[in-house]
């Protein structure tokens, strides 16, 4: 793969995992919030759960392509 895809495809990566940061930093939050007022919070930890392995593997994925271009 060229220099130029490889770039292309990092800052893709890159767009991807600031969206999925943003994503996890919301549900983090309404779980917390959802937890202050009570309310039962299992689906909400579930979701975020899955959020979170998506965003790491949005990075392990980012790693590789940065090996990639070595």
Do not use: C, P
């Not at 940061?21 to 299992?42: C, I, N, T, W, Y």
């Not at 392990?60 to 090996?67: F, N, P, Y």
């Amino acid at each position: 793969m060229g220099d130029d895809r490889h770039e292309q495809h990092l800052a893709e990566a890159d767009l991807l995992i600031a969206r999925s940061m943003d994503v996890v930093a919301k549900q983090r939050a309404l779980v917390e919030r959802l937890e202050k007022e009570g309310a039962d919070v299992s689906e909400a930890r579930k979701l975020l759960r899955v959020f979170e392995a998506t965003l790491n593997l949005m990075l392990a994925h980012r790693d590789l392509i940065l090996r990639a271009r070595r």
